[in-house]
């Protein structure tokens, strides 16, 4: 099955960093005055500890397996439940320390929102090896159109719960989604 255009690389980085940029912006410009600060401000605390453990396990992996020689699926299927696991001990970690961290900044809507998200970096670490196999295969336009439908779902679910009024919870599952979706429906086969 032909997926897309052939563009170079570049080209695809361009049109999804640019997509994501202007998508960004809009969603922003929009949910900003329905949503007020506090919602923005919860979200970046809780963004800022959730991401940190996507970003050290699903990078690390990735990384790891673009940069093996000779690859087979062995590599791949270890990788995933190695990290898995390890974002399984880190949501759980958060998950527990919820309240203390709630504490610390003082706002006990924190603590929900810190257990809802602790699921993410396991969310994210099943999107490790297809993200490496696809980058190996320098299959660019299939990564960045994947990565541009997973933002365009999650932006459009955000969105419609901010115009629903469910509040911060609309970031919450508008960054849930976005990283669930939809990297299968455009082809990115799991080694």
């Not at 809507?109 to 998200?117: E, Q, S």
């Not at 365009?152 to 976005?178: C, E, K, N, P, S």
Request: hydrophobic share 55%.
């Amino acid at each position: 099955m032909k997926f897309a255009p052939r563009l170079s690389a570049t080209s695809w980085l361009t049109t999804k960093t640019v997509f994501s940029q202007v998508f960004a912006l809009a969603l922003f410009a929009i949910q900003a005055p329905v949503l007020g600060p506090k919602a923005f401000g919860l979200i970046s605390i809780v963004m800022v500890f959730v991401g940190f453990c996507e970003y050290v396990t699903g990078e690390a992996a990735a990384e790891s397996l673009i940069s093996i020689r000779e690859i087979d699926d062995a590599h791949f299927h270890t990788m995933t439940a190695v990290n898995v696991a390890l974002s399984v001990v880190i949501g759980v970690a958060v998950f527990i320390g919820a309240n203390t961290i709630a504490r610390w900044f003082g706002d006990p809507d924190l603590a929900a929102i810190l257990r809802v998200m602790a699921v993410l970096p396991a969310i994210s670490a099943f999107a490790a090896a297809p993200t490496a196999a696809t980058k190996r295969e320098c299959n660019s336009g299939r990564w960045q159109c994947a990565s541009i439908g997973s933002l365009f779902i999650g932006g459009i679910v955000g969105l419609i719960l901010t115009l629903a009024g469910a509040g911060v919870w609309a970031l919450v599952w508008q960054a849930i989604v976005t990283r669930s979706s939809p990297r299968s429906c455009f082809g990115i086969r799991f080694p």
